[in-house]
């Protein structure tokens, strides 16, 4: 069984920063790749940025320049630093891990349960 756990959301003026952490929690060997994905109301999930366990990251062209994230694969958690915040990156974001091997089985996929981000004009 793995569990991704998130933290850091919550409400924050326009040009403010919040810093989201997601912890995976299991017999876990390695991940894969880890990540943020985002929901806003009425709007499709999209991805925000991930990580390759190597370090290779790739950020959505709306948040380029703004959002950092970051790994600690010894801790098997991922960050999301996110500066100038925006009322458009108002949403849920969702922790995703790509390809968890554990003792038991590899999970093609993991995602925790959210977190809201709420940037106020």
């Known amino acids: 069984q793995v569990q991704l756990v998130e933290s850091g959301g919550g409400l924050v003026q326009a040009g403010g920063s919040l810093r989201l952490s997601c912890a995976a929690y299991g017999s876990i060997f390695e991940i894969n790749a880890m990540g943020w994905y985002r929901q806003a109301p009425g709007k499709q999930r999209e991805l925000v940025a991930d990580i390759t366990s190597g370090g290779t990251t790739n950020y959505a062209d709306s948040v380029k320049g703004r959002f950092t994230i970051s790994r600690d694969n010894a801790k098997n958690t991922v960050y999301l630093q996110m500066t100038n915040l925006k009322p458009e990156d108002t949403a849920v974001y969702y922790c995703?891990?790509?390809?968890?091997?554990?003792?038991?089985?590899?999970?093609?996929?993991?995602w925790g349960q959210g977190t809201l981000v709420t940037v106020s004009s």
């Open positions: 995703h891990a790509n390809s968890v091997a554990t003792v038991i089985k590899t999970y093609p996929e993991r």
